[in-house]
């Protein structure tokens, strides 16, 4: 993938670089091994303080002008996205009653828990 970027990689050429990297299973395993980087460096520093009146994380982009703008910038996950997005449309879409809202949300946030119960130790 040298010379390139990140998002122009082909499946063939991101397994080549986790082989390379050292993960002999490929692109699978390389991704758990960042996912559980970045689950437990975001549990260990990536809090931030707030003193209960606002905080930096309750701003939005100058550019964020729908709800993908929003995902994008908070670099949310599929999961985190599809909870995001039921959230914001809770009851109002036509072919999403609150019942199936929920669920969907119920189902999304499953999703995420077993995903990040992989890489924490309890």
């Known amino acids: 993938m040298q010379g390139k ?5 082909t499946p063939g ?3 080549e670089a986790a082989k390379a990297a050292g993960w002999e299973d490929g692109f699978e395993d390389f991704s758990d091994k960042v996912d559980a980087i970045l689950i437990k460096n975001r ?4 809090k931030e303080k707030s003193d209960g009146s606002s905080a930096n994380y309750y701003k939005l982009p ?18 985190i996205g599809e909870i995001f997005r039921e959230c914001y449309r809770y ?3 036509s072919h999403s009653d609150e ?3 929920i669920k ?6 499953n999703a995420e828990l ?3 119960e992989k890489y924490v130790k309890k």
Request: proline share 0%; aromatic share 8%; charged share 25%.
């Open 104 to 109: 969907k949300i119920l189902f999304y946030a």
């Open 99 to 101: 019942l199936r809202g």
């Open 114 to 116: 077993a995903r990040i």
């Open 91 to 93: 009851g109002q879409a």
């Open 62 to 79: 100058n550019d964020a002008n729908e709800l993908q703008d929003l995902i994008s910038a908070k670099n949310m996950n599929a999961q």
């Open 5 to 9: 970027r990140l998002n122009d990689g």
């Open 13 to 15: 050429e991101w397994d």
């Open 43 to 46: 549990l260990l520093y990536g």
